[in-house]
């Protein structure tokens, strides 16, 4: 029996109180005690919006959407609305879906602004995520690789066996440290100091006697320092010679630098990102790359009856009458999309530059945005040598050179080949490198990752693909900088401009995550149901 059938005999039998109150326990309406989140306040948690809420509530028209860009936001967006009935047509400047969610593998291809084209040639399954490549576990872009059936994997974002590395800073410098040595002899010596202050009365105002014995316990535990409140070194700083069969005890690292010796060298520096909350393990990615996640959506997109138009960059954007028009272009001609509302994803380093009638204050809420010069290159080896050489399975190494770290593969472990992200960079580091011809980007990175890695680093190369995202038509930058968010332009954008709305990371307060994106579409969302409800 169809639904529809089976509300009609419930009213029949029972009248309309029993035929709502049906649909209430269906979650077709909403009633009082089943407010979908989108009409009681961004605040509130999410629930999306349902096709039941036009057929039971007088709307039974389907509102359009244009949607500009087919970055996350822009698939959310339409993926949300279309489940709702909404019409939604998204416009999208490149021939695939994802934005700055950019996975490059064998075959693909990029002419960046100013003329220098790529074509990569790694092998096949080896892959570069060129923007996001990790997901923390509470963020809400795992609820859609579920929804979705984007199967995922861990990814590796600290490994106690990659490296420090820092030049021109302190004793150490040029010397590459494990891990799990620096973070050893740092926490050991903190808690000595620590200890030490705590015996000699330096917390008596503060801790009382047994709490003070209780920080000693903790300290000797976190610290590995002795029964003297000495740090002294230990099998937490790796072997020499490790543990084996028979009489084989090991042998311990030793003895630890000095605390004056990692304090000059800085070592410590880049201890609390694993802290950070998007950082802290354990992260995922997608199996296959990071774009598996535009892909579903896209595909998801066009099966709740949405439409996707690629290769059709936006060049105008006006507010007409009770609806929008957008005008974009399909090769040579210039075609027009209408509809009741348009989201705009589109980076706002982007937009600005696009024609349109918005009011002043939005224009300049756009243009008062800064995108990130960010870089990336993917180097494919023949020999995993860092998984046989070093014992590095993922993870990143942390640098004070300009390359700022190295990643390694959280995929295809123990294969033939594997592909290590030798620079992921930002800023000066990133124009520096952008601004540098192909050849020379690979240079620079290959002979700064010898440093660390020996001659198997430059020996075992096979290919190399790199990104300079200041130089991405269509993205500008890796992500966007907002001066301020207070001091009204940010959060000019958090409204619409007659029926325009504007979502993305960027309006976000998880600028440069995907899960960003997501909370940003869905609050527009929101917005736009809510207020074609109450028209």
Request: charged share 20%; proline share 5%.
């Amino acid at each position: 029996m169809k639904r529809r059938d089976f509300l009609t005999r419930v009213g029949l039998v029972g009248g309309a109180g029993a035929m709502y109150g049906t649909m209430d326990a269906l979650g077709l309406i909403a009633s009082p005690t089943n407010a979908p989140a989108a009409w009681a306040g961004e605040q509130a948690a999410w629930r999306p919006p349902h096709k039941a809420d036009f057929d039971y509530a007088g709307h039974h028209g389907r509102p359009s959407v244009v949607v500009l860009g087919a970055g996350v936001a822009g698939l959310v967006t339409a993926y949300e609305l279309g489940k709702a009935g909404y019409r939604c047509t998204v416009l999208e400047a490149r021939g695939r879906p994802g934005g700055r969610n950019w996975t490059v593998r064998g075959g693909t291809e990029e002419t960046e602004i100013g003329g220098v084209r790529q074509r990569a040639d790694f092998s096949k399954g080896q892959y570069l995520n060129a923007g996001p490549a990790r997901i923390a576990g509470h963020m809400v872009t795992l609820d859609y690789c579920r929804e979705l059936g984007v199967p995922i994997e861990v990814f590796t974002n600290a490994n106690a066996d990659a490296y420090y590395y820092n030049e021109g800073v302190g004793p150490l410098s040029g010397k590459p440290i494990r891990h799990r040595t620096g973070k050893a002899d740092m926490y050991g010596y903190v808690s000595e100091l620590l200890a030490k202050a705590t015996d000699q009365g330096a917390l008596d105002g503060r801790l009382n006697e047994a709490d003070q014995a209780r920080l000693i316990s903790f300290l000797r535990s976190f610290g590995a320092i002795n029964a003297q409140n000495a740090y002294t070194g230990g099998s937490r700083r790796g072997y020499s010679v490790e543990p084996g069969a028979g009489t084989e005890a090991g042998t311990p690292l030793g003895p630890p630098f000095a605390l004056e010796e990692l304090l000059q060298s800085q070592i410590g520096n880049n201890f609390s990102f694993e802290f950070g909350w998007d950082q802290a393990m354990l992260m995922f990615q997608p199996v296959g790359g990071m774009d598996r996640i535009p892909y579903a959506l896209a595909e998801a997109v066009r099966r709740t009856g949405g439409r996707i138009v690629s290769d059709a960059p936006v060049v105008e954007v006006l507010n007409v009458g009770g609806g929008v028009r957008v005008a974009y272009r399909d090769g040579w001609r210039t075609r027009v999309a209408e509809g009741d509302f348009a989201v705009c994803t589109i980076p706002p380093q982007v937009m600005k530059g696009v024609a349109s009638n918005l009011a002043p204050a939005t224009k300049d809420a756009l243009a008062y945005a800064v995108g990130v010069a960010t870089g990336k290159i993917g180097l494919e080896y023949k020999r995993r040598f860092w998984e046989e050489d070093e014992q590095i399975f993922g993870g990143i190494t942390n640098t004070n050179m300009d390359l700022s770290t190295i990643w390694y593969p959280s995929y295809g472990y123990l294969g033939d080949r594997g592909l290590v992200v030798g620079y992921y960079n930002f800023g000066a580091n990133a124009v520096s490198y952008g601004d540098a011809p192909l050849p020379e980007r690979l240079s620079r990175a290959l002979a700064q990752g010898r440093k660390i890695h020996g001659d198997a680093y430059a020996r075992e190369l096979r290919t190399s693909f790199s990104v300079a995202w200041q130089k991405i038509r269509y993205s500008e930058g890796g992500w966007v900088s907002w001066p301020s968010r207070t001091s009204g332009q940010y959060t000019r954008l958090l409204e619409p401009d007659g029926n325009v709305y504007f979502a993305g990371d960027h309006l976000s307060y998880y600028i440069a995550w995907q899960s960003g994106a997501i909370e940003s579409a869905r609050k527009v969302v929101m917005q736009i149901h809510d207020r074609v409800r109450s028209a």
